[in-house]
């Protein structure tokens, strides 16, 4: 079995990159960074909406 050269794997598309890089190009970097703000916003808002459903009946109890 032959020796490969010391590499890593794009962690968006899967291509190979240098040992020290994580994105083959920058059009991989932007996709990475869109997917991660938008898992963000996202968790943001889940939190948002526990926090109503953990408040909402306290606050609802105290008005009634």
Do not use: Y
């Amino acid at each position: 079995m032959a020796g490969t050269a010391p590499h890593k794997h794009c962690i968006v598309c899967g291509n190979v990159v240098e040992p020290d890089a994580n994105f083959c190009d920058e059009l991989c970097e932007s996709r990475f960074k869109s997917a991660q703000r938008r898992q963000q916003l996202l968790f943001a808002a889940f939190i948002a909406i526990m926090v109503l459903i953990l408040i909402l009946p306290s606050l609802l109890k105290l008005k009634g």
